[in-house]
């Protein structure tokens, strides 16, 4: 099981740049998640997808981030433009089934830095 | 509006001894909590969870103890070893909304030698 794979690692931009994120789920499951972290405000979800359908994108901050799920196997998230006050770490997570306390898998992140 | 709060950003024990990170909610409609484990540069790994129907869960050296009527959670490590030393964060999913989990801002364990 290779584990939720998050990519790139880090990511440096300038203000004003697209930026963009990648998720692979692990195989099988079908419910994912992107998160950010942030010193004050901890984990914040900014939208899941079941079955590739989007749920819930009340936290996606604002008209800027976008995200995609064209597949079992793959997720994007965009930010466009980007900002400084973006700079976090992105997490995506994925989790085998819908049940609300079926525990969430990550992956390692990707720090994001806007100059 | 941080719906579970870790009020301590951060804890330090000497190896050997018990380490209690605490977690408060405000919403009673959780019904299940999950304690996550941070190490830098990694994702949260799942440590240990509990149901609203119990009051306490245990595996190995690790204990959750969950006060419904106080909305409180605590999750107690005996005894603490240095490869403890991580970020810990509380979490409760929202039966209503799906998988939606709200996280704690998270408590840094460090396990001194």
């Known amino acids: 099981d290779a584990g939720v794979i998050q990519s790139p690692r880090h990511e440096v931009t300038e203000m004003g740049q697209e930026v963009t994120l990648r998720c692979k789920p692990i195989s099988g499951h079908n419910s994912l998640f992107w998160y950010r972290q942030t010193m004050m405000r901890g984990l914040e979800l900014l939208i899941y997808f079941n079955n590739n359908v989007p749920i819930d994108d009340s936290g996606m901050p604002e008209d800027r981030f976008s995200a995609k799920m064209p597949n079992a196997s793959f997720s994007t998230l965009k930010i466009q433009p980007s900002e400084p006050r973006d700079s976090a770490v992105y997490f995506c997570a994925s989790s085998p089934r819908t049940a609300h306390n079926s525990p969430l898998h990550f992956g390692n992140g990707t720090r994001l830095t806007v100059t | 509006d941080q719906q579970v709060k870790q009020n301590s950003p951060s804890l330090s024990v000497q190896e050997g001894r018990i380490s209690i990170l605490n977690c408060d909610y405000t919403n009673s409609m959780f019904d299940y909590f999950l304690w996550y484990k941070k190490y830098p540069a990694e994702g949260p790994t799942f440590l240990i969870s509990?149901?609203?129907?119990?009051d306490k869960n245990e595996d190995g050296r690790f204990t959750v103890f969950l006060n419904k009527s106080a909305k409180h959670l605590s999750l107690h490590i005996v005894p603490s070893q240095p490869g403890d030393s991580a970020v810990y964060f509380c979490?409760?999913?929202?039966?209503?909304?799906?998988?939606?989990?709200?996280f704690g801002t998270g408590t840094s364990l460090t396990v001194i030698p």
């Open positions: 509990i149901s609203s129907i119990k």
């Open positions: 979490a409760a999913p929202l039966r209503v909304t799906g998988n939606q989990f709200y």
